[in-house]
């Protein structure tokens, strides 16, 4: 079962617009019908979608002999959160200046793509940090991601040739961060990036480490 809470979460946005769609369709917008459906639609598939998401998760990696795991962690939901809450406040904006007022329709209509989009931004990336779990083993870093597949990868620690610790604006100010991790293995590169985890410092320090006492 996938952690965060998603089909809860999914559940209260998916409402939020299943209830536009029925203010819309009772109000005196033009063609108040026609555009209530794809709220009605929207607010469906988010719904549909945190229940799946709720029921599924990534599975355990398998242990090499004498293989240990030292560490398992996720990725923080903060951003997802800020975005899906972002995305809702520009839909409200929009939905106000579309139906409370006179503007011209291009600024009611920029502000609900704008706001559709960071939300949308804001769902996947909630749903896919929620399918997503990391683990640090003796010999490697592993993610491990499902949503309609499962799919692992692998940074062995002895083959690691870079480490590069990132944040944006939002992130350093929610303290998380994001670590890439590229690898040179006999057969071909690898880059894996952990996305919005706490103390990415940390994470890199441990692989720098573990690049220095290979060398």
């Known amino acids: 079962m996938a952690r965060g809470k998603p089909a809860l979460w999914s559940a209260l946005f998916g409402g939020l617009f299943v209830a536009a769609g029925v203010y819309v369709n009772g109000s005196a917008v033009p063609y108040n019908r026609l555009?209530?459906?794809?709220?009605?639609?929207?607010?469906?598939?988010v719904v549909v979608g945190?229940?799946?998401?709720?029921t599924v998760a990534p599975e355990e990696p398998q242990m090499h002999d004498g293989e240990t795991v030292t560490d398992k962690f996720h990725p923080t939901l903060r951003v997802a959160f800020v975005k899906l809450f972002a995305g809702v406040v520009l839909l409200g904006v929009g939905g106000y200046l579309l139906v409370g007022t006179q503007v011209p329709y291009a600024y009611p209509f920029a502000c609900v793509a704008l706001g559709a989009y960071v939300f949308a931004v804001g769902l996947w990336r909630f749903w896919a940090n929620s399918l997503t779990?990391?683990?640090?083993?003796?010999?490697?870093?592993?993610k491990s991601f499902?949503?309609?597949?499962?799919?692992?990868?692998?940074?062995f620690i002895g083959d690691v040739r870079g480490v590069e610790a990132s944040r944006g604006f939002l992130e350093t100010l929610l303290g998380i961060g994001h670590v890439q991790i590229a690898t040179a293995g006999k057969t071909a590169a690898t880059v894996i990036k952990a996305r919005n985890i706490p103390n990415p410092d940390e994470l890199e320090e441990f692989l720098l480490r573990g690049m220095n006492e290979r060398q």
């Open 35 to 45: 555009a209530s459906y794809p709220l009605f639609a929207l607010g469906a598939l």
């Open 50 to 54: 945190g229940l799946y998401v709720h």
């Open 133 to 142: 779990t990391y683990y640090v083993t003796s010999n490697r870093f592993i």
């Open 146 to 155: 499902r949503f309609l597949g499962n799919r692992r990868r692998n940074a």
